[in-house]
């Protein structure tokens, strides 16, 4: 029977933007920052609402600014201003790029300097995990342009802002899972030993878009005899054999939001030593459901996985860490570290992704999706299957 899934509504409400801006500008004014500059697509957009694949091109340099009240001012190339006055935004401000002599740095001094008169602040996302959208050269002429203003980070007030999810999001992130979770599950009755790597994530690829993601930007696997040591390339044109173990780590992405998995399959037969591996993910992973809770944090969620892991024999986890915030991005702070300080809160949605080798050379991955509730956590989709598939 084929399987369908209900998509829930497209886009967001205007009050939903006009409710960002405003908890941005309360941080700004507890801050005595006149305007903060955006430059990258994930906070743009945020904003903004404006959604559109022009952003794979590099040519062209966009800017919002937020200034202390009101809404935010587009600074945006003349090719995407009409789109702009789509959106809950009204000034529009723009020029005729790609203009490499002067490519919009004028126009957006002139209204970062008309926004900054008060406290002379201006702030802009120059922390950890993040970039500027515009070439150096442009930035330097921009902070020769403001020279009397001072340039702070606001990267960690973005942050914290984007990482409590509304309804609206959540639904939009839950359906993204709830496709990927269903394409895994597609794989367990259309995958077979003789095909490769890249005709096994193909096939999972098109049946996600068939139902209802928009695009799978993301899809690698790794495979070989009994265990895999990389986790980070293919998939490759490698033919699936018995006794071969497959990982398939994808991100399928519906209107603008990620989901983020990790599934493993045995070809023919798996050793006893590859079931126990995933048994003891699947059981970091519990760790990590039970202890995901507000009030909570990061680094508790990392140890309770480790725990289990350690326990049952890991010679290491070499990934860094265990999971990390989902939604706009792939992956988005925080991470799941050692000593983790990040409090979980309502609204938030996490990754578990428990990882270890488990032999020389062989290693044992598992991802879930999971939101931080009042009262705990809750998947966000199908939990991965108890033991260890075998294809045929």
Known sequence: MTQTLIAPPRGFDNSEFEARTQKLQAHMAEQSIDAVFLTTEPEFRYFSGFKSQFWESPTRPWFLVVPASGKPIAVVPEIGA?????TWLEDVRSWPSPRPEDDGISLLADTLASCARRHGRIGAMLGPETHLRMPAANFALLQERLSLHQLVDVSQIIRALRNIKSEAEIAKVRFACEVTAAGFDYLLENMHAGMTEREACKAMHLEMLRLGADACPYLISASGPGGYDNIIMGPTDRRLERGDLLIIDTGANFDGYFSDFDRNYAFGEADDLTKKAYEAVYRSTEAGLQVAAPGRTTGD????????LEQAGALGNDVGRMGHGLGMQLTEWPSNVPNGDVVLQPGMIL?????????PGRMMVHEENILVTENGCEMLHKRAWSTLPVIG
């Open 82 to 86: 009409a789109g702009l006055h789509q």
């Open 301 to 308: 969620v990392w140890q309770a996985m480790w725990s289990v």
């Open 351 to 359: 990754t578990l992704e428990p990882g270890m080798t488990y032999a």
